[in-house]
């Protein structure tokens, strides 16, 4: 008794100094920068107060059985009575698990829908398309509108809405920027959606969250929100000084190893186009590329 006393005190301690050397710290996805981010955030605080409503009332209730129903003498010919099954218990037992699977599913599925969508607040807006691909083991972010191409390195506009297209050039990966969203796969073969959206200017860290080969661990990337005016300012700089990016190029940053911060006028959009994009018209895109095209003749 006295050995299990003693681990449960070191278990506990050591539990205790986990959070403790947590608290300076906040958790990214428990520190929302954006719609999307708020609505999962709440629902992780949700489920987290539900589940531990549930561990307390479990540990109360063997407390309680323990105390109640502990080993005391009685007679050598003590039999405890035939007791059977009770409606009452039974009903509790089956119907309170029933309830809460119901109550999260419904949770589920009606925030599964909201971070699906345009993000709240930004309905009236019109989305900045960015066709984010990876590599291994590095990410190009390709902005037809701008017609820009970056490499590790993310910069969008707050207070609207970011359309992200998602896919890749080797193995699956998954873009995940903790502060602004969940994460959502990239595949080589079709295009994933995934809308975002800052509240507020700021830098957010950005990472490859799937494991998919020895450096997927350092693909990372950095995204820094900013005001408009500040967006266009960099747009126009990167006009003015970038060189334009090649096919000789783009195939050279194909090759597997890591690359640091890069920026190009241009995209490769234009001489390696995305998969078919499943979420969207193909006319849609189709004509979003025309439109990229005819901007990078002028």
């Not at 971070?115 to 390709?142: M, N, R, T």
């Not at 090759?255 to 849609?284: K, M, W």
Request: hydrophobic share 40%.
């Amino acid at each position: 008794m006295k050995v299990n006393m003693k681990g449960t005190l070191l278990s506990l301690m050591g539990l205790g100094a986990v959070l403790l050397a947590g608290c300076n710290d906040k958790l990214a996805v428990l520190d929302p920068k954006g719609p999307q981010a708020q609505r999962q955030a709440d629902d992780t605080i949700l489920l987290i107060t539900l589940m531990s409503g549930i561990v307390l009332v479990v540990f109360a209730m063997l407390v309680f059985m323990l105390i109640k129903y502990r080993a005391s003498k009685q007679s050598p010919d003590y039999e405890p009575p035939h007791i059977e099954g009770h409606w009452l218990v039974e009903t509790i037992m089956i119907g309170i698990p029933v309830i809460i699977v119901i109550f999260l599913s419904f949770v589920s599925v009606k925030s599964n829908y909201i971070v699906e969508s345009i993000p709240q607040g930004y309905e009236d807006q019109e989305p900045l398309v960015i066709y984010a691909s990876s590599s291994d083991w590095k990410w190009h972010f390709s902005y037809p509108e701008q017609d820009i191409e970056t490499v590790n390195y993310l910069y969008i506009p707050a207070n609207r809405p970011i359309e992200f297209r998602l896919y890749s050039f080797g193995s699956i990966t998954s873009f995940w920027i903790p502060q602004l969203g969940g994460q959502k796969y990239a595949m080589s073969d079709m295009v994933t959606t995934l809308n975002l959206a800052a509240d507020a200017p700021g830098e957010f860290m950005g990472r490859n969250a799937n494991f998919s080969g020895r450096g997927s661990a350092e693909n990372t990337f950095v995204t820094t929100s900013m005001t408009n005016a500040k967006f266009d300012e960099w747009v126009e700089e990167v006009h003015a000084t970038a060189d334009p990016i090649t096919e000789e190029k783009f195939e050279k940053m194909l090759e597997p190893g890591h690359l640091g911060r890069e920026t190009y006028t241009g995209t490769h959009l234009e001489f390696s186009p995305a998969p078919h994009h499943d979420d969207h018209d193909s006319s849609e895109e189709d004509s979003s590329v025309e439109e990229h095209e005819e901007h990078s003749t002028k």
